[in-house]
DNA sequence: GTTGTTGCAAACAGTTTGCACGAAA
DNA sequence: TTTCGTGCAAACTGTTTGCAACAAC
C-alpha cells in the first residue's frame, strides 16, 4: 500500500511546461478541487463547484480530461456506477472505495500481472493493462454506524 | 477461465416468474440482443436498435437495469470509458476486453481475495466486493493487423 | 379482472463544439 | 507579439419521469 501525497503546485506547473502548456488560473483550480478531495467528484460537480468561481463547464471538461491523460486523475465509479475523479499519485495504482462515504484509499495491486500471463496463455490476447476497484466501507464509517 | 454460456430462455423465463415479474416480449427482445453480441452494447445504442421494433428507450433502460441487477447482464467500459453491458453468466466473473474490436471474454480471478484481505487488515476497511477488467488485443485482431 | 409494463412525449442533465476575446509565455 | 486557452451560448446526446393504454398472469 501507499500513502497518498499530492504532488505541490510548482511540480505541477513543472509538468505543464514540459509538455508546453500553459498553467492558467482554471488549470489551477481545478486541480486543487480534486487535490483537496478525499471522495472526488464527477465532472459536473466539478464543473458545477468550479462555476461560483466564473470558471465555464468547458473548461472542466476539458482540463479534467488533460489531467487524466498526464496521469495525475484517476477514474473510480461510485455505488451508483456514476464516473468520478480522484487526484491519484503519478505510476500504476489502484483505488479503494467506501461505499458509504465515498472516500477512496490508493494502493499497488502486484498479483495482477501473473493472472495476465495466464490469460494471455489461455486466450490469445496481447494484454495491455487493466483496471481494478475494491469496494468496501472505511473504518469511520463502521465506527459511526455503531 | 470459464467458456460463456448463456442460459436458455426459459431458463430466463423461469428468473423472472420466480422473482415475480412478467416476461413480455420486449423484455425477451432486450435479452436476445444482447445474448447474441460477443461485443455488448451501451443502453443507448440497444436502444437504438430496439426502437427499430417498436420498443421505446424507456423500456431499454429499465429493462437493462433490471437484467443487470438479476446478475444476467455484466457492466464493462470501452477504450472511450463508454459503459457496456454484456451478457454474462450467473456468478462472480470478470471480462478481458479487446481494446480493437470489443469483442469480451469472461474469466474468474481466484487472486483477489488475497488481496482483500490484506488490504481489510493494512486499511481498516470492510471490504464488500471489487470490479476487474482487462483490457488487451485479441487474437483475430492480431492476426488481421499482420 | 388485476396489476405490472409499455410507449409516448416532455423535461432534464451532462457533455461537446465553434468562435471571438483574453491572457500566458 | 504570438499562440494557446477560456467563456459563452447553442446544440446534442443520453437518460428519466408521469401517465393513459395495454397485455401477462
Redesign the interface.
Known amino acids: ?1 501507499r500513502r497518498a501525497e499530492n504532488i505541490s503546485i510548482e511540480t505541477l506547473r513543472g509538468r505543464f511546461a514540459e509538455a508546453g502548456l500553459r498553467f492558467t488560473r482554471q488549470r489551477e483550480a481545478v486541480w486543487n478541487l480534486f487535490a483537496r478531495s478525499r471522495r472526488g467528484f464527477s465532472v459536473a460537480e466539478a464543473a458545477r463547484a468550479l462555476g461560483k468561481k466564473r470558471i465555464g463547464p468547458a473548461t472542466v471538461y476539458r482540463t479534467v480530461a488533460l489531467l487524466e491523460e498526464m496521469g495525475l486523475l484517476g ?1 473510480i ?1 461510485d455505488e451508483r ?1 456514476e ?1 468520478r475523479f480522484v487526484a491519484c499519485t503519478p505510476g500504476h495504482v489502484h483505488h ?1 472505495v ?2 458509504n462515504c465515498g472516500r477512496v ?1 490508493e ?1 499497488e ?1 502486484c ?2 500481472p ?3 500471463r495466464l ?2 496463455a ?18 469511520k464509517c ?1 465506527e459511526a454506524a455503531k
Chains 1, 2 share one sequence.
Open positions: 500500500m477514474r465509479h456506477h464516473h479503494l467506501c461505499t484509499v494502493f495491486a498479483g495482477i501473473i493472472l495476465e490469460l494471455a489461455e486466450t490469445g490476447f496481447s494484454v495491455e493493462g487493466h483496471h481494478l476497484e475494491i469496494y468496501g466501507i472505511c473504518s463502521r
